[in-house]
Protein backbone atom coordinates (compact mmCIF):
# COMPACT_ATOMS: atom_id res chain seq x y z
CA UNK A 1 0.00 0.00 0.00
CA UNK A 2 2.92 2.43 0.97
CA UNK A 3 4.54 1.86 -2.24
CA UNK A 4 0.91 2.60 -4.07
CA UNK A 5 0.56 5.81 -2.18
CA UNK A 6 4.57 6.89 -3.11
CA UNK A 7 4.30 6.20 -6.65
CA UNK A 8 0.59 8.03 -6.91
CA UNK A 9 2.02 11.22 -5.26
CA UNK A 10 5.08 11.19 -7.49
CA UNK A 11 2.72 10.84 -10.66
CA UNK A 12 0.71 13.66 -9.64
CA UNK A 13 3.97 15.95 -8.46
CA UNK A 14 5.52 15.44 -12.07
CA UNK A 15 1.78 16.34 -13.67
CA UNK A 16 1.83 19.24 -11.32
CA UNK A 17 5.22 20.49 -12.10
CA UNK A 18 4.95 20.13 -15.66
CA UNK A 19 5.73 23.24 -17.13
CA UNK A 20 2.53 25.10 -18.66
CA UNK A 21 2.43 26.72 -21.66
CA UNK A 22 1.25 30.30 -21.60
CA UNK A 23 -2.26 29.45 -22.97
CA UNK A 24 -2.39 26.36 -21.17
CA UNK A 25 -5.29 26.33 -18.11
CA UNK A 26 -3.42 26.45 -14.94
CA UNK A 27 -4.99 23.78 -11.94
CA UNK A 28 -4.27 25.65 -8.62
CA UNK A 29 -5.01 22.46 -6.61
CA UNK A 30 -5.70 19.03 -7.51
CA UNK A 31 -7.36 16.05 -5.22
CA UNK A 32 -8.15 12.63 -6.39
CA UNK A 33 -9.44 10.02 -4.75
CA UNK A 34 -7.03 7.18 -3.56
CA UNK A 35 -9.32 4.18 -4.75
CA UNK A 36 -8.93 5.90 -8.90
CA UNK A 37 -6.62 3.47 -10.76
CA UNK A 38 -3.91 5.78 -12.56
CA UNK A 39 -5.04 4.80 -16.20
CA UNK A 40 -8.26 5.83 -14.98
CA UNK A 41 -7.29 9.14 -13.17
CA UNK A 42 -5.13 10.13 -15.92
CA UNK A 43 -8.05 9.90 -19.24
CA UNK A 44 -10.07 11.54 -16.58
CA UNK A 45 -7.98 14.55 -15.67
CA UNK A 46 -6.78 14.95 -19.59
CA UNK A 47 -10.55 15.10 -20.73
CA UNK A 48 -11.52 17.50 -17.73
CA UNK A 49 -8.28 19.33 -18.69
CA UNK A 50 -9.07 20.07 -22.44
CA UNK A 51 -12.78 20.37 -21.40
CA UNK A 52 -11.44 23.59 -19.57
CA UNK A 53 -8.40 24.76 -22.16
CA UNK A 54 -11.88 24.83 -24.29
CA UNK A 55 -12.99 27.71 -21.83
CA UNK A 56 -9.97 29.33 -21.26
CA UNK A 57 -9.14 29.83 -25.18
CA UNK A 58 -12.15 29.43 -26.70
CA UNK A 59 -10.45 26.51 -29.48
CA UNK A 60 -13.35 24.61 -30.20
CA UNK A 61 -10.58 21.64 -31.46
CA UNK A 62 -10.37 21.18 -27.19
CA UNK A 63 -13.74 21.02 -27.44
CA UNK A 64 -13.86 18.08 -29.80
CA UNK A 65 -11.13 16.28 -27.60
CA UNK A 66 -12.63 16.64 -24.35
CA UNK A 67 -16.24 16.19 -24.75
CA UNK A 68 -18.50 12.70 -25.81
CA UNK A 69 -20.99 13.10 -28.81
CA UNK A 70 -23.76 11.76 -26.24
CA UNK A 71 -22.53 15.20 -23.73
CA UNK A 72 -25.41 16.52 -22.21
CA UNK A 73 -25.64 19.77 -20.20
CA UNK A 74 -28.19 19.04 -17.31
CA UNK A 75 -28.15 22.47 -16.27
CA UNK A 76 -28.62 24.07 -19.37
CA UNK A 77 -29.64 27.16 -19.80
CA UNK A 78 -32.62 28.46 -22.00
CA UNK A 79 -31.70 29.18 -25.48
CA UNK A 80 -28.51 27.56 -25.51
CA UNK A 81 -28.50 24.01 -27.54
CA UNK A 82 -27.81 20.65 -25.87
CA UNK A 83 -25.12 18.06 -26.95
CA UNK A 84 -21.58 19.10 -28.16
CA UNK A 85 -22.88 21.99 -29.56
CA UNK A 86 -23.86 23.88 -26.64
CA UNK A 87 -20.48 24.76 -25.10
CA UNK A 88 -19.27 26.05 -28.15
CA UNK A 89 -22.32 28.14 -28.66
CA UNK A 90 -21.97 29.72 -25.72
CA UNK A 91 -18.34 30.45 -25.91
CA UNK A 92 -19.07 31.84 -28.65
CA UNK A 93 -21.75 34.13 -27.40
CA UNK A 94 -20.08 34.74 -24.49
CA UNK A 95 -16.53 35.56 -25.78
CA UNK A 96 -18.82 38.20 -28.33
CA UNK A 97 -19.08 40.09 -24.81
CA UNK A 98 -15.84 39.21 -22.97
CA UNK A 99 -13.07 38.48 -25.86
CA UNK A 100 -10.51 37.94 -23.35
CA UNK A 101 -12.28 35.63 -21.30
CA UNK A 102 -9.91 33.28 -19.37
CA UNK A 103 -10.66 30.47 -16.88
CA UNK A 104 -8.17 29.44 -13.99
CA UNK A 105 -9.13 25.90 -12.49
CA UNK A 106 -8.86 26.85 -8.75
CA UNK A 107 -9.75 23.27 -7.27
CA UNK A 108 -10.38 20.16 -9.43
CA UNK A 109 -11.53 17.20 -7.48
CA UNK A 110 -11.58 13.41 -8.77
CA UNK A 111 -13.71 10.49 -7.49
CA UNK A 112 -13.76 7.77 -9.86
CA UNK A 113 -15.99 9.34 -12.63
CA UNK A 114 -16.49 12.24 -11.66
CA UNK A 115 -14.59 15.59 -11.21
CA UNK A 116 -15.56 18.56 -9.59
CA UNK A 117 -14.24 21.58 -10.58
CA UNK A 118 -13.95 24.83 -8.67
CA UNK A 119 -12.98 27.91 -11.76
CA UNK A 120 -12.51 31.78 -11.91
CA UNK A 121 -13.42 33.70 -14.97
CA UNK A 122 -11.36 36.71 -15.69
CA UNK A 123 -11.77 38.99 -18.23
CA UNK A 124 -12.95 42.46 -20.06
CA UNK A 125 -16.20 43.39 -21.13
CA UNK A 126 -15.51 45.21 -24.30
CA UNK A 127 -17.95 43.59 -26.62
CA UNK A 128 -21.80 43.56 -26.02
CA UNK A 129 -24.09 41.56 -23.98
CA UNK A 130 -27.96 42.04 -25.51
CA UNK A 131 -28.75 45.91 -25.65
CA UNK A 132 -25.45 46.66 -23.41
CA UNK A 133 -21.94 47.66 -24.66
CA UNK A 134 -18.60 46.99 -22.59
CA UNK A 135 -16.61 50.14 -22.04
CA UNK A 136 -13.70 47.74 -20.48
CA UNK A 137 -14.90 46.92 -17.06
CA UNK A 138 -13.02 43.96 -15.68
CA UNK A 139 -14.85 41.16 -15.02
CA UNK A 140 -14.34 38.56 -12.75
CA UNK A 141 -16.52 35.79 -11.27
CA UNK A 142 -16.98 31.91 -10.22
CA UNK A 143 -18.53 28.95 -11.38
CA UNK A 144 -18.69 25.26 -10.54
CA UNK A 145 -18.90 22.29 -12.46
CA UNK A 146 -19.55 18.68 -11.79
CA UNK A 147 -18.25 16.50 -14.76
CA UNK A 148 -19.00 13.01 -15.39
CA UNK A 149 -16.20 11.46 -17.66
CA UNK A 150 -16.50 8.10 -19.08
CA UNK A 151 -13.50 6.78 -21.63
CA UNK A 152 -12.10 9.70 -21.31
CA UNK A 153 -14.71 11.73 -22.85
CA UNK A 154 -16.97 14.28 -20.90
CA UNK A 155 -20.15 12.65 -20.77
CA UNK A 156 -21.84 14.89 -18.58
CA UNK A 157 -22.26 18.56 -16.82
CA UNK A 158 -23.89 20.06 -13.97
CA UNK A 159 -22.84 23.86 -13.92
CA UNK A 160 -23.17 26.47 -11.34
CA UNK A 161 -22.05 30.50 -12.04
CA UNK A 162 -21.95 33.55 -10.05
CA UNK A 163 -24.46 35.20 -12.29
CA UNK A 164 -25.25 38.25 -10.36
CA UNK A 165 -21.88 38.79 -9.88
CA UNK A 166 -20.90 38.82 -13.55
CA UNK A 167 -24.17 40.90 -14.59
CA UNK A 168 -24.03 43.55 -12.30
CA UNK A 169 -19.94 43.77 -13.18
CA UNK A 170 -21.38 44.18 -16.62
CA UNK A 171 -23.56 47.08 -15.74
CA UNK A 172 -26.65 44.63 -16.49
CA UNK A 173 -28.06 44.27 -13.08
CA UNK A 174 -27.92 46.26 -9.82
CA UNK A 175 -26.60 44.76 -6.55
CA UNK A 176 -28.47 46.09 -3.52
CA UNK A 177 -27.76 45.38 0.12
Do not use: C
Not at 88 to 102: C, G, H, K, M
Not at 130 to 146: K, P, V
Amino acid sequence: MRNVLAATALAMAVLLAAPARADEVKIDDLVVAAAVPSAERDATVAAAKAFYQFWNSGDEAALKAAISDNFVDHTLPAGRPQGPQGPAFASRNFRTAVPDLSVEVVKMIVAGDYVTVHMQFRGHFTGSFGATSGSGQAIDFIATDLLKVTGGRVTDNWHIEDNLTLLSKMGVAKLTQ
